[in-house]
């Protein structure tokens, strides 16, 4: 068996039930591990929603704590105690450590920790997930407007995430990494291959987006918050293309975009202390255009 521990925002989720899919496709016994959202206390607990069970249908199987405890060898029993003190730890717990470890599939009897998102993971799943996630139905009418409004034009989301990440270490963990010059490139570079693009922007930060994009071509989405923002995501994938932010949120909405012409732009380094080639990223990319913080296409 294999469990895959489940943590983070929605689109780190999507990330650990890609990697549940994967896993399932190629026969292998795996389960989602909920532990974070509803056992956890203290600093355990996962301050983020558990939104997976929003998606309309989707179906996996969720690991029992006899299971869970199985693999963490964390059990307080008596017998569990006097064995460790015998023989010693027996976790199996496979931890991320870097882009791409494709050596977990070998692997069995393992609880998986990590994020897993790599595209290279799930290439040749993106059409099976593009169809079992299917989003749940918004009472908001301006969700349904935005969309037809969508197919008339040529939509290109562009996500501009800024809140929380600059509230990280004051901002030095993902400072410059989107920075202007990051949009202002992949802006053009949509503008020079595609006739007449609409932006549709989306970010937490309305006001500076207000302030800083303007222009006919420019349509900003400021209505879904809180519990509806995952209609965000739902609207990227309806756009014909994608400029993604640092953000797993973004990448999921490009991903989701059934656009068999669609442009995929996403920063060269989602994080600061990132030390991948854009050669390996583009290795473990496949299809996405990448782009630095300087703007240069890579």
């Known amino acids: 068996m294999v469990i895959i521990h489940v943590m983070g925002g929605l689109g780190n989720q999507l990330y650990q039930y890609a990697m549940y899919e994967k896993l399932k496709s190629m026969g292998r016994e795996v389960k989602l591990d909920f532990y974070a959202y509803t056992e956890a206390i203290g600093e355990e607990r996962e301050w983020r929603k558990l939104e997976l069970p929003r998606f309309e249908g989707l179906e996996y199987e969720v690991c029992t704590k006899e299971e869970r405890t199985r693999l963490l060898d964390n059990s307080m029993t008596f017998a569990n105690r006097i064995r460790r003190k015998l023989l010693g730890r027996q976790d199996k717990t496979f931890q991320e450590k870097s882009n791409y470890m494709p050596e977990l599939f070998e692997k069995d009897e393992i609880y998986l920790y990590g994020f897993w998102d790599c595209e290279k993971y799930y290439e040749d799943r993106i059409s099976a997930l593009q169809r079992k996630l299917i989003f749940p139905q918004s009472s908001n009418p301006k969700n349904h407007e935005c969309m037809e409004q969508m197919k008339r034009e040529q939509a290109v989301s562009v996500h501009i995430r800024r809140t929380d990440y600059l509230a990280v270490a004051d901002g030095k963990r993902y400072m410059g990494i989107c920075t202007d010059d990051y949009y202002a490139s992949a802006m053009r570079f949509i503008r020079e291959r595609v006739e007449n693009p609409v932006f549709y922007i989306f970010s937490d930060d309305v006001s500076y987006v207000r302030e800083h994009y303007q222009g006919e071509d420019i349509r900003i989405v400021d209505w879904n918050t809180g519990e509806d923002s995952l209609f965000d995501m739902q609207l990227m994938s309806k756009c014909k293309h994608n400029i993604c932010a640092n953000s797993t949120f973004s990448f999921w909405g ?30 473990n990319w496949p299809g996405w255009i990448l782009i630095d913080a300087e703007g240069k296409i890579c």
């Open 254 to 283: 490009a991903r989701l975009n059934q656009n068999q012409h669609k442009l995929m732009i996403r920063p060269l380094r989602h994080d600061n202390y990132e030390s991948i080639t854009a050669s390996q990223m583009h290795e």
